[in-house]
């Protein structure tokens, strides 16, 4: 059974940064997509940014230039480092993994812009 664990979250001024972590077991790291996915209050939950084992990324617009996600398959971790945070980013993240459809969440981890 895949199981995610993030860490990371917190409070951060407007123009910060904060850097997330996941930490993936139960299964062969490498055959899953990781991403990460945010739900703001009253919003549905959206795609943040995926990566590939091969490490070939993708963003939303709304965050492409200021976040970045990357992997590390030896460690069977993938990260999201976020640079000018504003309040619009403010959300409950989580870690997604995805594998043909099969899809595992983390719990998520909360990160509040606010000054």
């Known amino acids: 059974q895949v199981q995610l664990v993030e860490s990371g979250g917190g409070l951060v001024q407007p123009g910060g940064s904060l850097r997330l972590s996941c930490a993936f077991s139960?299964?062969?790291?490498?055959?899953?997509?990781m991403g990460w996915f945010r739900q703001a209050p009253g919003k549905q939950r959206e795609l943040v940014a995926t990566?590939?084992?091969?490490?070939?990324?993708n963003y939303a617009d709304s965050v492409k230039g200021r976040f970045t996600i990357s992997r590390d398959n030896d460690k069977n971790s993938v990260y999201l480092q976020m640079n000018s945070l504003n309040p619009e980013d403010t959300a409950v993240y989580y870690c997604?993994?995805?594998?043909?459809?099969?899809?595992?969440w983390g719990q998520g981890t909360q990160v509040i812009v606010s000054s």
């Open positions: 997604n993994a995805n594998f043909r459809g099969d899809a595992y």
């Open positions: 990566i590939t084992y091969r490490h070939r990324t």
């Open positions: 139960g299964s062969t790291f490498g055959i899953y997509v």
